[in-house]
């Protein structure tokens, strides 16, 4: 057996040490001001009364919100026609509209030269705005460009681009001419994109130059021409100048720039049914390739317009910060489709929260006097480590509502955003939800004024969402204190549609496991107050630095090399990232070279073919197959995770295992490694 000697230490855990008795919230939700369409709902005096109501009347609830708060070209028969076992969700059937016109023209018709875009960009200090009007004008460019060059309605159209005006008006140009867009992150390696690309057989792709993100240079173009050489489909490319560098030519480049300008200020947007395709986004999944989820036009728009509206109390003239980065569903749904469809000015963060300093976020809150502030708390536990003057010599007085998003918070990020960012002033609002749900489906907001915000928990379901608890035995328990499945027993407006090209893996991933469930494969527990509390995945998904990565993915590049029999990713916890991939990997009988250079090939592979987040830090290497393995060959990741941090006395039942034996060799095994 061979033993590869890591040199990196075991990550401690944080230990929470932080005691807290909560916050009230600050500013209620207002329920004759905010939502006046509650004369309609009988009895409602009160929030919950409302999430009641939508639960007890989901399509009244959302059929009166429907009408209210979405520009109809023709409007809908039938709220909603759902059925959870198909995986088959149609809402506001018979209804005609279009996005881009309820994201931009009626806001440019009341308030042209109101800000909707500002773009913070990654130079410091160098911000760039965009109005209502020029948005719009931008938007019907953008669409004229996409249609002059051949792209059509029903079109998947590929963005990989950094996060500017530019981005999102190659998002609603394709809205308006009812092409499907598929941002993939522009931190993305040309096979991952090539990977997508041809899952969803792209013609045109989108991009831009380079990109820059914390001053360094990525090379997108670049990286475009080689996942372009990959795949079959690509017909087009259109490159827009981020940094102006001289970068190859294809045969397919067009320059975007130029043909945006050369473009009609005009664009009829395309009548769109409710149900047909908005966009579609890719994301990992505990086995396989990546999925592309599909959204669809009209629930998903009305979903993330309420959410923007009362989970963050967004009132006119607020300045929305969502620093996430487009690539991500939070950029769609609270970057974009949401603040946009309020007619809010909504910030783009195209830089990193340490850049140039860990006073970046709060030096643009102050400048920009953000209302709403809405980052990872990856990020925040990256900056907590630092002096605390790099919040506190800004003016933070503007903020009002600070939330978080992608994985648990933990009690010291909360408590030092709650405290140090926001005084002990602002409501600090931990959001659950998913790429799936389309927007926020559990957060201590909306709720009453005066309501307690429990710290470092989502607490309450949104208007329309019913989460259920399902426990081993596939019953639902709602007993306090209950612990299970996390799932949801009512189908709301903006659940996914499907898997682009795969519905039976939609319905096997989502559906199958708790028939007549949405299974969102985290776990959950009722406390003892009644409120959610999310405790992570309960498959094989990590979240680093908040990004989800499926360990499969992961273990598919190991496995690809030929010194490699077989590999098993786990998440570890990490200080800053929340998790960081740990690998086993089983080297091939016979294999008896330099193990270190194996692991840096294989850190190499992984960078290279997926991102550099995904890459583990830590291997384990041994040449027999001592996989902890279940009889019918499932590897028990349970074990290895708690291996991996030295948690030898608590790896629980092994009983299953086809060898229990491996169990001691695993551990010896770690041992060494240190
Ligand atoms: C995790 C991001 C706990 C969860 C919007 C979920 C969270 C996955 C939270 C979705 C939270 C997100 N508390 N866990 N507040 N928010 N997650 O699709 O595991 O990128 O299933 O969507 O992130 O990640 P996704």
């Not at 940094?243 to 480049?253: F, I, M």
């Not at 204190?481 to 949801?488: L, M, P, R, T």
């Amino acid at each position: 057996m061979i033993w590869c000697r890591s040199i990196l230490p075991v990550v401690r855990q944080i230990k929470s040490r932080w005691i807290s008795t909560g916050s009230r919230l600050t500013s209620g939700f207002s329920l004759s001001t905010d939502i006046p369409e509650i004369e309609n709902f009988k009895g409602v005096n009160s929030y919950k009364d409302l999430h009641k109501f939508s639960i007890t009347n989901p399509d009244e609830f959302w059929g009166t919100l429907g009408r209210s708060r979405i520009d109809w070209m023709k409007p809908f028969d039938k709220v909603s026609e759902c059925d959870m076992h198909k995986g088959s969700f149609k809402w506001f059937l018979g209804g005609q509209l279009n996005v881009s016109v309820n994201c931009v023209d009626r806001h440019a018709a009341k308030t042209p030269d109101k800000v909707a875009l500002i773009w913070e960009k990654d130079e410091p200090n160098e911000t760039e705005k965009v109005t209502y009007k020029e948005l719009l004008d931008l938007v019907c460019q953008v669409a004229n460009c996409l249609r002059d060059n051949g792209v059509k309605k029903g079109d998947r159209v590929a963005i990989y681009m950094p996060v500017s005006p530019m981005a999102v008006a190659a998002m609603l140009g394709c809205a308006r001419i009812g092409a499907i867009h598929s941002v993939v992150y522009a931190g993305f390696k040309p096979d991952s994109l090539a990977e997508r690309i041809e899952d969803a057989g792209v013609e045109t792709v989108l991009t831009t130059d380079q990109c820059v993100r914390g001053g360094e240079v990525i090379e997108l173009k670049k990286n475009v021409d080689e996942a372009v050489a990959k795949s079959s489909t690509v017909k087009r490319v259109l490159v827009s100048k981020r940094t102006g560098a001289e970068v190859g030519k294809t045969p397919l480049d067009i320059d975007f720039d130029e043909a945006v300008a050369k473009a009609s200020k005009w664009c009829e947007p395309e009548v769109m049914n409710s149900e047909d395709m908005l966009f579609m986004l890719y994301t990992s999944g505990s086995t396989g390739k990546p999925k592309g989820i599909v959204h669809s036009q009209a629930g998903y728009l009305l979903y993330t317009n309420l959410t923007q509206k009362f989970v963050f109390d967004y009132q006119e003239g607020d300045i929305f910060g969502c620093v996430a980065d487009i690539g991500w569903i939070t950029g769609h749904s609270y970057v974009v489709y949401g603040p946009l469809s309020n007619g809010a000015t909504t910030v783009l963060f195209e830089s990193k929260p340490r850049y140039p300093d860990p006073g970046r976020y709060w030096d643009m809150v102050e400048r920009l006097k953000i209302n709403q502030f809405y980052c990872a708390p990856t990020g925040i536990r990256s900056l907590l480590r630092s002096d605390n003057s790099f919040v506190q010599k800004y003016d933070l007085s503007s903020l009002r509502v600070l939330a978080s998003v992608g994985e648990p918070i933990d009690h010291e990020a909360w408590e030092w955003y709650h405290t140090v960012v926001g005084g002990g002033k602002c409501d600090v609002v931990d959001s659950w939800w998913q790429t799936e749900t389309g927007g926020i489906a559990i957060a201590p907001r909306p709720s009453g004024a005066g309501d307690k915000i429990v710290p470092a928990i989502a607490m309450r379901p949104f208007f329309g969402i019913q989460p259920a608890i399902l426990g081993r035995d596939g019953k639902e328990d709602t007993s306090l204190g209950a612990n299970g499945a996390c799932c949801i027993k009512y189908p709301w407006p903006s659940i996914a549609r499907t898997i682009y090209g795969d519905h039976e893996r939609f319905l096997e991933t989502y559906f199958n496991k708790y028939p007549g469930y949405y299974f969102s494969g985290d776990g959950v527990r009722l406390n003892q107050e009644g409120y959610y509390q999310l405790t992570g995945r309960m498959d094989d998904v990590m979240s680093i630095s908040g990004i989800r990565q499926g360990s499969a993915e992961v273990e598919d590049v190991i496995d690809e090399h030929p010194d490699v029999s077989e590999s098993a990713v786990v998440g570890i916890p990490h200080e800053i990232k929340g998790e960081e991939p740990f690998a086993y990997v089983i080297t091939k009988q016979g294999v008896t070279g330099d193990i270190e250079q194996l692991k840096t090939d294989l850190q190499h592979k992984v960078r290279e073919r997926i991102a550099g987040f995904a890459v583990p830090r830590q291997m384990f290497f041994a040449d027999e197959d001592i996989l902890p393995k279940t009889r019918s060959g499932k590897i028990m990741r349970r074990i290895l995770r708690k291996i991996a941090v030295d948690e030898f006395e608590e790896l629980g039942d092994t009983s299953t295992l086809a060898e229990p034996a491996v169990v001691e060799k695993l551990i010896q095994g770690r041992i060494l490694m240190k």
